[in-house]
């Protein structure tokens, strides 16, 4: 059951009635009266609108009705917030929250009853019935039926409710819509005479017309141009029908404005939630204003039916703090939701569930009908159950850690960690935190808990001793359930900056399944304006010290639809290899995935009495593949599980088809990811030794099946090099198909046909053929260039004319393996570079007139200016390519494999030129 709150005014209207004109009793204006109790009330109920307004809205009203005169006068003089000339109708400086409280405690009264709605800083039921209780029904309606200007916002918020307690009591004489206002020469530049009188009609019939008349006028409204939504949902309270109401309601929408929102929600019913959810997601809506939404629907809606509302409204990071203060709010909606919680949203309702009843022991209640929550308290109290040690039961490496605890300094940095500890970090509203399969205490809990907070500076990510020794000694699965719900509440309370060392926190404490919860955010949060901490979640993943977190960063260093968090995943990832002694290539080399593949390569899913054996192929695609009662492969090779038949057991062929589904996922994008790799490691002519190469490249399920089709390079110094390729079966074979294993000072790379003959070419393509082997990345076929003729200097000959789209540009040359370089004035990139690391070298591209960071489509189209050759840390430091001191190498003493790949990059850019 989901409940809606309306006001009296929204009640009487859709009852069709009007509002009672007689005064609240005193015990009704309690709340509005006592002014202690006034002020604590506006600051818990007033909501921003925008950084840069001190304007507010109420998420809720001081007062259901009329107010008697002496509350009236208070509120009104609250809302106007300062003495206001009458004769100026423009709008003056908005005064905050606090000059206005201080005004109205010491103003005698509003000091003009004259002033349009826009003057005033209150919900409009609460405007409309406080003047109407000082200036009765006609001076009501001349002050507030009046529109400031077209499309007054303001104005159209009071029409629902001077309709309901003015109108009526109204003489047909002074039933009168005040005038037209005259346009104002700049805002109504763009608005047509026939909007702007069918608009002031529409407010006329809002105010007095019959059904069939306002229908009239909605209808004259949206043939002149789409009115404005505020008039559109004043005029839609005169309707009787629901159906009706919607059907007008829908075709304007209510854009970011929250109290229009509220207003949608009253006369929407449970149907307008999704409306209000779509419009928290608006392109356009900051999160200031989503807040100001949030408040309102959480304001407006409770019950069991409103906790998936809540639940899902907390997956927004810009609202989660309102979620999550609501369901805090309401424990016996929880126990009597009934609904799924979805799999996404139970870390943060367990959070809030262990929180309520650690505080509040009966929060939830006799009467719990929710099954989530029933099995979330068995947990718990099963938790209680498991034997807890204190100080003085602590074992000696504890206390041996915690000593070494104590001497350690803590490195200071960017975060700055404060003493008190947030009340959704204390150990109380945390899971147990389980070591050797015993529970810490509290207060042990807490020391391991400011261990991992202290090293929220630690460069080297490193945990402190008191953290390193505790997680030597936790399962996985136990440091995942301390961590994401640490991590869960970290974000559900807003992400607060002064609180992102308990962000770091989580990290150190977290493992695999931490990992998989946080990747995808991290990804996510930068197009959400959430830049910096994404860039902060990459060292939180680091901070796990888990392959899996390598792996992660490994693939947003790799692939990332934003650019700045795939740059500081690739500087993260520079700084892991460093501090273990390895380049980049070689940290990505031991964690690469293997995607539940096993030793050989494969995986055997089972519908019962028949199973599959699913492998990769060399292109990045799954395939499968029947087995016989054996247990060997038979029939033709398929790209998906068979439908499951009457014979099959149909749990475990829905399981099979399940885990399939992810399985092909998994190998697609890891395929795609490491045929890159491949790709860049031909162009930039990379190494690996012997040793690596069997063990980390050979030897790996998913790299085997990609490089089987193709040749490597095995050299030793003073002997000729010996062309080999993998199998299947993990051995090197040459071209002759003789078997060979590369001396231990062997150096391997992929072949580049720079080096190889023609014979040599023909006589691996017939190999390859003869085993139905199709390369991933082009490598004999490979196009090959020399120098430019006539090239001497340092820019190279040759570039092609004309322009290029920017988008084509980047993307062609990204997927070659460049970079783009350093955003300098106004953000604008000028050059692309290509790394060639075991070399040392990189060659620089120089465009005009650059590439706007974070808009490249936006960009204009892109001329190649000058191509140059210089060191790694030339390119990575650049600003422009054309400064004066920078020194660049001649191209003619370049190695052949770089020039073959630079100019090979300069030609696929060359055949999509305009």
């Known amino acids: 059951m989901l409940r809606i709150a309306t006001s009296a005014v929204q009640r009487a209207l859709l009852a069709g009635e009007s509002l009672a004109p007689e005064p609240l009793q005193d015990a009704d204006l309690a709340l509005a009266s006592d002014p202690a109790t006034r002020r604590d009330w506006v600051r818990a109920h007033s909501v921003p609108t925008r950084d840069y307004s001190a304007k507010v809205v109420f998420d809720a009203l001081p007062f259901d009705g009329v107010p008697t005169a002496a509350v009236a006068s208070w509120w009104l003089s609250f809302g106007q917030g300062r003495e206001k000339n009458a004769a100026d109708t423009r709008p003056y400086?908005?005064?905050?929250?606090?000059?206005?409280?201080?005004?109205?405690?010491?103003?005698?009264?509003?000091?003009?009853?004259?002033?349009?709605?826009?003057?005033?800083?209150?919900?409009?039921?609460?405007?409309?019935?406080?003047?109407?209780?000082?200036?009765?029904?006609?001076?009501?309606?001349?002050?507030?039926?009046?529109?400031?200007?077209?499309?007054?916002?303001?104005?159209?918020?009071?029409?629902?409710?001077?309709?309901a307690l003015v109108v009526p009591l109204l003489a047909d004489h002074e039933r009168v819509m005040p005038p037209q206002p005259a346009p104002h020469p700049r805002s109504w530049a763009r608005v047509s005479a026939a909007r702007q009188d069918a608009e002031h009609q529409l407010a006329r019939e809002a105010l007095f017309g019959t059904p069939e008349e306002i229908r009239a006028a909605l209808i004259q409204a949206f043939a002149a141009e789409e009115p404005s939504p505020s008039v559109v949902l004043a005029a839609v309270t005169g309707l009787p029908d629901p159906e009706e109401r919607?059907?007008?309601?829908?075709?304007?929408?209510?854009?970011?404005?929250?109290?229009?929102?509220?207003?949608?929600?009253?006369?929407?019913?449970?149907?307008?939630?999704?409306?209000?959810?779509?419009?928290?997601?608006?392109?356009?809506?900051?999160?200031?204003?989503?807040?100001?939404i949030a408040r309102a629907l959480a304001g407006a809606i409770s019950g069991p039916g409103a906790v998936p509302v809540m639940l899902k409204l907390a997956?927004?990071?810009?609202?989660?703090?309102?979620?999550?203060?609501?369901?805090?709010?309401?424990?016996?909606?929880?126990?009597?939701?009934?609904?799924?919680?979805?799999?996404?949203?139970?870390?943060?309702?367990?959070?809030?569930?262990?929180?309520?009843?650690?505080?509040?022991?009966?929060?939830?209640?006799?009467?719990?009908?929710?099954?989530?929550?029933?099995?979330?308290?068995?947990?718990?109290?099963?938790?209680?159950?498991?034997?807890?040690?204190?100080?003085?039961?602590?074992?000696?490496?504890?206390?041996?850690?915690a000593a070494a605890e104590a001497e350690a300094p803590v490195a200071a940095g960017a975060l700055k960690i404060a003493k008190a500890v947030p009340s959704w970090a204390d150990p109380a509203s945390l899971p147990p935190l389980i070591v050797d399969g015993v529970r810490l205490d509290a207060a042990l809990t807490a020391a391991v808990l400011a261990s991992a907070v202290n090293g929220a500076n630690n460069e080297d990510r490193a945990p402190r001793p008191l953290v390193a020794a505790v997680r030597e000694r936790m399962r996985d699965q136990d440091r995942d359930a301390l961590a994401t719900p640490l991590l869960q509440a970290f974000l559900a309370n807003g992400g607060k900056a002064t609180e992102r060392p308990w962000f770091v926190a989580s990290g150190y404490l977290g493992a695999d399944g931490f990992v998989q919860t946080l990747t995808p955010l991290v990804r996510e949060w930068p197009g959400q304006s959430q830049h910096q901490r994404a860039v902060l979640g990459l060292e939180v993943?680091?901070?796990?010290?888990?392959?899996?977190?390598?792996?992660?960063?490994?693939?947003?260093?790799?692939?990332?639809?934003?650019?700045?968090?795939?740059?500081?995943?690739?500087?993260?990832?520079?700084?892991?290899?460093?501090?273990?002694?390895?380049?980049?290539?070689?940290?990505?080399?031991?964690?690469?995935?293997?995607?539940?593949?096993?030793?050989?390569?494969?995986?055997?899913?089972?519908?019962?009495?028949?199973?599959?054996?699913?492998?990769?192929?060399?292109?990045?695609?799954?395939?499968?593949?029947?087995?016989?009662?054996?247990?060997?492969?038979?029939?033709?090779?398929?790209?998906?599980?068979?439908?499951?038949?009457?014979k099959d057991d149909a749990d475990l062929a829905a399981a099979a088809k399940a885990d399939f589904a992810l399985l092909?996922?998994?190998?697609?994008?890891?395929?795609?990811?490491?045929?890159?790799?491949?790709?860049?490691?031909?162009?930039?002519?990379?190494?690996?030794?012997?040793?690596?190469?069997?063990?980390?490249?050979?030897?790996?399920p998913v790299l085997n099946a990609l490089i089987r089709p193709l040749v490597w390079q095995a050299s030793v110094p003073g002997r000729p090099a010996v062309l080999v390729r993998v199998t299947e079966d993990q051995e090197y074979v040459t071209v002759d198909e003789e078997a060979h294993v590369p001396p231990a000072d062997a150096v391997l790379s992929?072949?580049?046909?720079?080096?190889?003959?023609?014979?040599?070419?023909?006589?691996?393509?017939?190999?390859?053929?003869?085993?139905?082997?199709?390369?991933?990345?082009?490598?004999?076929?490979?196009?090959?260039?020399?120098?430019?003729?006539?090239?001497?200097?340092?820019?190279?000959?040759?570039?092609?004319?004309?322009?290029?789209?920017?988008?084509?540009?980047?993307?062609?040359?990204?997927?070659?393996?460049?970079?783009?370089?350093?955003?300098?004035?106004?953000g604008v990139v000028s050059y692309l570079w290509l790394p060639f690391e075991s070399q040392g070298l990189a060659a620089v591209l120089d465009i005009s007139d650059g590439l706007w960071t974070g808009m490249i489509h936006e960009s204009g189209d892109q001329k190649l200016e000058t191509l140059l050759l210089g060191t790694i840390k030339q390119a990575?430091?650049?600003?422009?390519?054309?400064?004066?001191?920078?020194?660049?190498?001649?191209?003619?003493?370049?190695?052949?494999?770089?020039?073959?790949?630079?100019?090979?990059?300069?030609d696929a850019l060359a055949q999509k030129m305009a």
Not at 322 to 335: E, N
Request: glycine share 8%; with cysteine; aromatic share 6%.
């Open 246 to 292: 919607r059907t007008w309601m829908e075709r304007v929408g209510f854009g970011t404005d929250p109290e229009l929102a509220a207003s949608w929600l009253a006369l929407g019913g449970e149907r307008a939630i999704p409306d209000v959810l779509a419009g928290l997601a608006g392109e356009y809506v900051d999160k200031v204003q989503a807040t100001a």
């Open 750 to 826: 992929l072949a580049h046909p720079l080096t190889l003959s023609d014979e040599t070419k023909s006589a691996w393509r017939a190999h390859l053929v003869d085993y139905d082997l199709i390369a991933p990345l082009e490598q004999l076929d490979r196009a090959t260039f020399g120098l430019p003729a006539g090239q001497k200097g340092t820019e190279l000959l040759g570039l092609p004319g004309g322009t290029i789209n920017p988008g084509t540009l980047v993307s062609t040359l990204e997927r070659l393996g460049w970079r783009r370089g350093n955003p300098a004035d106004g």
């Open 876 to 906: 990575a430091e650049l600003w422009y390519a054309t400064d004066r001191g920078n020194r660049w190498l001649p191209w003619d003493k370049a190695d052949p494999l770089i020039v073959s790949e630079v100019r090979r990059s300069i």
């Open 93 to 163: 400086e908005t005064p905050t929250v606090r000059e206005r409280l201080a005004y109205a405690d010491k103003a005698d009264g509003p000091t003009d009853l004259s002033m349009p709605a826009a003057f005033y800083n209150l919900p409009a039921d609460t405007l409309v019935t406080s003047l109407f209780a000082l200036a009765g029904a006609p001076d009501t309606l001349a002050a507030l039926a009046r529109a400031r200007d077209f499309g007054d916002t303001f104005r159209d918020l009071c029409l629902p409710a001077l309709r």
């Open 664 to 700: 092909r996922k998994q190998l697609t994008e890891v395929a795609k990811i490491q045929t890159a790799r491949l790709e860049k490691a031909i162009v930039t002519g990379r190494t690996w030794s012997a040793a690596e190469h069997a063990e980390l490249v050979v030897r790996h």
């Open 315 to 401: 997956t927004d990071h810009r609202v989660a703090p309102v979620a999550v203060q609501w369901l805090t709010a309401h424990p016996r909606a929880i126990a009597a939701s009934t609904a799924e919680v979805p799999a996404g949203q139970r870390p943060l309702l367990r959070t809030i569930i262990r929180e309520l009843r650690a505080t509040t022991p009966d929060a939830f209640g006799d009467d719990i009908a929710s099954p989530f929550l029933t099995r979330v308290l068995a947990e718990l109290a099963a938790e209680d159950a498991l034997p807890t040690i204190g100080a003085a039961e602590a074992p000696p490496w504890f206390t041996a850690a």
């Open 541 to 646: 993943l680091a901070a796990t010290g888990t392959d899996a977190a390598l792996q992660a960063i490994s693939g947003i260093a790799n692939k990332s639809k934003f650019k700045g968090v795939q740059k500081a995943a690739q500087e993260a990832l520079a700084k892991l290899a460093a501090l273990r002694g390895l380049t980049v290539e070689q940290l990505e080399d031991r964690v690469v995935p293997d995607a539940g593949l096993d030793e050989r390569g494969t995986r055997t899913l089972s519908y019962g009495p028949r199973s599959f054996r699913v492998s990769l192929s060399p292109q990045g695609k799954a395939v499968v593949r029947d087995l016989d009662a054996d247990g060997r492969p038979t029939g033709k090779p398929r790209a998906a599980l068979p439908a499951p038949n009457s």
